[in-house]
């Protein structure tokens, strides 16, 4: 039950976020999206920064949990890496309202320094993972696949803020995402 409570609060939060943005989000509306009580929302997360630390978990784990198999039926690093980026980027409401939380909480971070610690672990975390599979794919050194994942985050980044902005539509995105990642790892190692 307190689970279930936990997620319906991180999903309002979320939903929230993608409506109001993080300095928009009251903790009075992630309660009556959620249909709980305000005592709920602080008893699970304490206060509003516990809340927006545990929403931007909340998108990454959600956002590895929807990847699932490589398109195409490959299992090699290289489709589960490209999979992995394009991800971030579709016509799925789901999946931009996730993206727009994490994009808020990025940027907010940068007048909210408590966020910005939770925001370089789930960073870290995510180009550690980005790494492993650069590794994989092309068996370069740690510090290489490092500095490889780094661009490749970084331009994922780059690129959803100019999708979610409608500076650049879906397929444009994508095929930018694809090109990049072309450049930085390229199929054949």
């Not at 279930?4 to 999206?33: F, H, P, Y």
């Not at 809340?51 to 990454?60: D, I, P, Q, R």
């Not at 870290?124 to 510090?143: F, N, R, Y």
């Not at 694809?178 to 450049?183: H, M, Q, V």
Request: neutral net charge; contains cysteine.
């Amino acid at each position: 039950m307190a689970h279930n409570t936990r997620q319906r609060i991180l999903e309002a939060c979320s939903i929230c976020i993608a409506r109001d943005g993080v300095r928009g989000m009251r903790v009075q509306d992630v309660c009556k999206q959620a249909g709980i009580s305000t005592g709920l929302v602080y008893y699970h997360f304490t206060d509003r920064d516990g809340l927006l630390a545990a929403a931007l978990e909340y998108v990454n784990v959600d956002s590895v949990g929807r990847r699932g198999e490589p398109a195409g039926g490959g299992v090699g690093s290289r489709a589960r890496l490209r999979d992995l980026l394009v991800a971030e980027i579709q016509d799925d409401e789901s999946v931009r309202a996730k993206s727009i939380v994490w994009n808020e909480i990025r940027a907010i971070a940068v007048f909210e320094p408590p966020l910005a610690g939770h925001l370089a672990s789930s960073t870290a975390a995510w180009q550690s993972h980005v790494a492993e599979l650069v590794k994989g794919h092309t068996g370069a050194e740690s510090k290489q696949c490092r500095e490889m994942a780094l661009l490749l985050t970084a331009l994922v980044e780059g690129i959803s803020g100019r999708w979610l902005s409608g500076q650049l539509d879906t397929a444009a995105a994508r095929a930018a995402l694809e090109r990049g990642l072309d450049a930085i790892v390229p199929r054949e190692s």
